[in-house]
C-alpha cells in the first residue's frame, strides 16, 4: 500500500472524477488516479514498470513545458529516469513503489475523459496529448540509442500522448498485453483521422516518441475474468473506442486540432515540406506584384480552400502510393500531374479549364512540391484573370 506523510494529501481536496474502480483528481501539474481496490496494472513506468499487481495510483505530470525550457531538461537529465520518479512522488507523498509515474510537456487542464460500456463491462480513458514537436511514425529514423554507457542524446519532450486506461473487469495478463496493443492502435486511429504527419519522414504519424501508458483492470476474484483485448471482442471495442476519442479530443484542446482547421493545404501537405514560409515564398517567383500582394493578404482563401485542400491530400495520398510501390513509380510524375491540375482549377473555381492547367503544368518527381506551387500560381491567377 502506498505510504504518506500526511493524512489528506493535498491533490486530494477534490476529485475530478469518480467511479466505482477509481478516483482521479487534477491539481496543478499533477493529474492523480488512485484505484480503490487491487489491481492488475501495466505500465511504461520508469520504476514499477512492467505487470504489476502492486500498484495503488497511476500519475501523469506535466514535467516541462514543450519549448525553451531548458533548465527543466538539465534538471530530469541530472535526475535520471529513476530520480525523477521518485521525485513526483514525494511532492505527491506517494510511495514510489506502488505508484505508475508518466511525465510530459501536456497541460493537465486539457486531459480528456471518455467511458464506453456495455453490460457490466467499464473503460474509462484519460488522456493528455500533443503533436506538434515529436509525432513520428513507427520506422522512422531515431534520434537516440540506448547503450550500457547511457543515452546518447537527450530527447526533448515537445510532444507525448500519454493513456491512462481503467477497466472495471479482471482481465488474464495476456489480455492486458493485448490491450495495450488496442489501444495503440485506437490512439494511431486518431491521428490517421486528423492526418497528423511525422516529423522526422513523409509518413503520417503513428504516435510520438515519448509516448506513455497506464492500463489497470481490477483485481476480483468472483468475477469473469476476461481472456482476450482483442478489436474483435466487445472489450477491445471499447478501449479502442475511447482511448480514440479521448485521444482527439486531448489533440483539440492542446494543439488546436479541430477538424475543420486539419483541412488546410499545410496540414494536407506538411510532411512533405510544405510550409507557410515557403509557400510565400513560392508565391513570390511565381507572380507579380500585385498578385503576390493579393494573395498574402489573403492567404487562408488558398490554404483553407476545401475543394482546393481535397486536392492536396489526393496528391498527398497519392504521392504515398507511389513512393510506396504502389503506382508504378515510372508514371508517378503523369499521375501526380492530374492532381496538381485538380488543384489549380478548383483553387480558380474553373473546373472547365482543367485541361488547360494541366498542360501548363509539370511535375519532377524528386521535388513534388513544385508542382504544387505552380498549381496554386496558375489557379490564383486565373481565378481574377480579366481573360
Not at 160 to 173: C, D, E, V
Amino acid at each position: 500500500m502506498s505510504t504518506s506523510v500526511r493524512e489528506e494529501p493535498y491533490w486530494k481536496v477534490s476529485p475530478w472524477l469518480t467511479a466505482e474502480t477509481f478516483v482521479a483528481y487534477r491539481r496543478g501539474r499533477f493529474l492523480v488516479v488512485q484505484l480503490n481496490s487491487p489491481h492488475q496494472v501495466i505500465s511504461t513506468s520508469a520504476w514499477i514498470g512492467g505487470l504489476t499487481c502492486n500498484v495503488t495510483h497511476l500519475v501523469n505530470h506535466q514535467s516541462c513545458e514543450a519549448k525553451g525550457h531548458s533548465d527543466r531538461y538539465e534538471e530530469i537529465a541530472a535526475l535520471g529516469l529513476n530520480g525523477y520518479h521518485k521525485s513526483v512522488c514525494e511532492q505527491l507523498t506517494l510511495d514510489p513503489e506502488s505508484t505508475a509515474v508518466m511525465g510530459t510537456a501536456a497541460n493537465m487542464i486539457y486531459a480528456a475523459h471518455e467511458t464506453g460500456s456495455y453490460e457490466d463491462v467499464r473503460v474509462d480513458a484519460i488522456v493528455t496529448a500533443g503533436v506538434e514537436g515529436n509525432a513520428c511514425c513507427a520506422g522512422d529514423p531515431s534520434q537516440w540509442q540506448e547503450t550500457s554507457a547511457g543515452w546518447n542524446k537527450l530527447p526533448h519532450v515537445a510532444g507525448t500522448i500519454n493513456t491512462m486506461l481503467m477497466l472495471n473487469q479482471p482481465m488474464r495478463p495476456e489480455a492486458q498485453v493485448r490491450a495495450v496493443s488496442t489501444a495503440t492502435e485506437g490512439k494511431t486511429a486518431a491521428l490517421t483521422e486528423l492526418g497528423v504527419s511525422s516529423r522526422y519522414s513523409a509518413d503520417l504519424a503513428t504516435g510520438t516518441g515519448t509516448d506513455q501508458i497506464s492500463i489497470a483492470s481490477v483485481i476480483d476474484a468472483s468475477r469473469y475474468t476476461y481472456a482476450s483485448a482483442s478489436p474483435h471482442t466487445k472489450v477491445g471495442e471499447l478501449i479502442g473506442s475511447t482511448v480514440r476519442r479521448a485521444t482527439r479530443t486531448a489533440l483539440r484542446w492542446q494543439n488546436g486540432l479541430e477538424p475543420s482547421i486539419t483541412r488546410g493545404l499545410f496540414h494536407a501537405l506538411r510532411r512533405f515540406g510544405f510550409s507557410e514560409a515557403g509557400f510565400l515564398e513560392a508565391m513570390r517567383v511565381r507572380m507579380n506584384d500585385v498578385s503576390h500582394c493579393l494573395l498574402d493578404r489573403n492567404r487562408n482563401a488558398v490554404l483553407y480552400e476545401p475543394q482546393a485542400a481535397a486536392a492536396a491530400y489526393a496528391f498527398g495520398s497519392v504521392l504515398d502510393r507511389i513512393r510506396y510501390g504502389v503506382l508504378p513509380a515510372t508514371s508517378g510524375a503523369e499521375i501526380l500531374r492530374q492532381q496538381a491540375a485538380t488543384l489549380a482549377a478548383a483553387l480558380a473555381a474553373q473546373p472547365e479549364s482543367w485541361h488547360r492547367f494541366w498542360t501548363q503544368l509539370d511535375v519532377d518527381i524528386e521535388q513534388p512540391l513544385r508542382a504544387i506551387y505552380d498549381a496554386i500560381a496558375l489557379g490564383w491567377s486565373a481565378k481574377w484573370s480579366k481573360d
